[in-house]
């Protein structure tokens, strides 16, 4: 059974950073196009990041040029660099794969991510 764990949130001001992290385990990693997603109170999961198995990345509108994803297949984990936070990231962040090639793993518990002055 696959799990994802999902560490690294927190609370943070407007213009700050985080960098969030998920391991995967009970599956083959490196062979998964994998996603960070975001889901608001009330909302579906969004897609906010997205990174191949050969390293090419994707970006919602929404925070292309804040964002960054990265991989390391080696320790099973994906990775989200949060720069110049705003208010609207506010959200529950998740990993999972890229849900428009893959079938999304059941998910995991998420991390909060709360962006306030």
């Known amino acids: 059974q696959v799990q994802l764990v999902e560490p690294g949130g927190g609370s943070v001001q407007p213009g700050g950073s985080l960098r969030l992290s998920c391991t995967v385990s009970?599956?083959?990693?490196?062979?998964?196009?994998m996603g960070w997603y975001r889901q608001a109170p009330g909302k579906q999961h969004e897609l906010v990041a997205s990174?191949?198995?050969?390293?090419?990345?994707n970006y919602a509108d929404s925070v292309k040029g804040r964002f960054t994803i990265s991989r390391d297949n080696a320790k099973n984990t994906v990775y989200l660099q949060m720069n110049s936070l705003k208010p609207e990231d506010t959200a529950v962040y998740y990993c999972?794969?890229?849900?428009?090639?893959?079938?999304?793993?059941?998910w995991g518990q998420g991390t909060q991510v709360t962006v306030s002055s």
């Open positions: 999972n794969v890229d849900k428009r090639f893959v079938t999304p793993w059941r």
């Open positions: 009970g599956s083959i990693f490196s062979i998964y196009p």
């Open positions: 990174i191949t198995t050969s390293g090419s990345t």
